[in-house]
């Protein structure tokens, strides 16, 4: 019997099929930087390297699921009744749905991601709510995405759509043309539709160190300048602030750029609507 002090994996003894525990996941990663319990050792040991590299990271995965929930929030409000999550990752505290639907019981939420642990984990969460449902699909593949009969069974297409990129496009290498990716779910959805999108920022050494570890352990990771970030949303009408850092962005408490640290510095975020 192992030493009851003894770390074991949160996971052992339940592997899903088609699941290689050797080979980092974006969502365990992110999940292990959260402080949960959905991931692997190999999860964690990219966790830790990261941190590492970046020790401020962990406090910005935080602001992540902060700005989630008020960018949700801001979209009820904005008369938003359509979710589509993409790369949504593990469940954790104040899912897309459960702001939504605090706002609106009648919110419609598509989470997807191609981790097949976040369709089992998602699955066991979203068993009696018949207004949210998670697919297994690759973000990379939008006619794939928007055309599974789970999202068009739950979704409709002539009502405005809130499409939401929280941390994937800059997992988009640049040979897989992330801004044409993004174009082709916009050029999908109707009038009167929104993009919520955030992503890593180059600030210098300590995030071309982050891209190092992350395209040494997964082949993904790029931190794109501000210029770049900002014509993701090219053509549409951003809300205010605008592409501001992540716990900028219409903040639950007056915030000030300049107490910012670094690791709070390495993500942009902003919200636009679809003309």
Not at 25 to 38: E, T, V
Not at 84 to 95: H, R, T
Not at 163 to 188: C, F, Q, S, T
Request: aromatic share 6%.
């Amino acid at each position: 019997m192992p030493d009851s002090n003894e770390a074991q994996d949160p996971l052992e003894g339940w592997t899903p099929t088609g699941i290689d525990v050797t080979v980092p996941s974006i969502a365990r990663i992110y999940d292990s930087l959260l402080g949960g319990k959905d991931n692997f050792a190999v999860d964690r040991a990219v966790a830790a390297e990261l941190l590492e590299a970046a020790p401020g990271l962990a406090e910005c995965a935080i602001s992540h699921r902060l700005i989630l929930s008020r960018g949700v929030k801001f979209l009820v409000e904005q008369g938003v009744r359509q979710f589509v999550d993409l790369g949504s990752g593990l469940p954790s505290a104040q899912n897309t749905h459960q702001v939504a639907q605090d706002g609106d019981p009648e919110a419609r939420v598509v989470y997807v991601d191609n981790d097949p642990i976040v369709l089992a984990h998602g699955r066991a969460l979203l068993a009696e709510n018949d207004r949210t449902t998670v697919i297994t699909a690759d973000m990379r593949d939008p006619d794939g995405v928007l055309g599974h009969p789970d999202l068009t069974g739950l979704i409709k297409a002539d009502e405005p759509i809130a499409v939401m990129m929280l941390g994937v496009i800059h997992h988009i290498n640049d040979d897989e043309d992330p801004a044409g990716l993004v174009k082709r779910y916009l050029d999908a959805l109707p009038s009167g539709s929104w993009l919520f999108l955030t992503h890593f920022l180059s600030v210098g050494v300590e995030s071309d160190a982050l891209e190092r570890v992350m395209q040494g352990s997964h082949k993904t990771g790029r931190f794109r300048t501000r210029e770049e970030i900002e014509a993701y949303f090219d053509g549409l009408e951003l809300a205010e602030p605008g592409v501001v850092y992540l716990d900028l962005w219409r903040p639950d408490v007056p915030t000030d750029a300049d107490s910012l640290d670094v690791g709070q510095r390495l993500v942009l975020g902003g919200i636009a609507r679809k003309p």
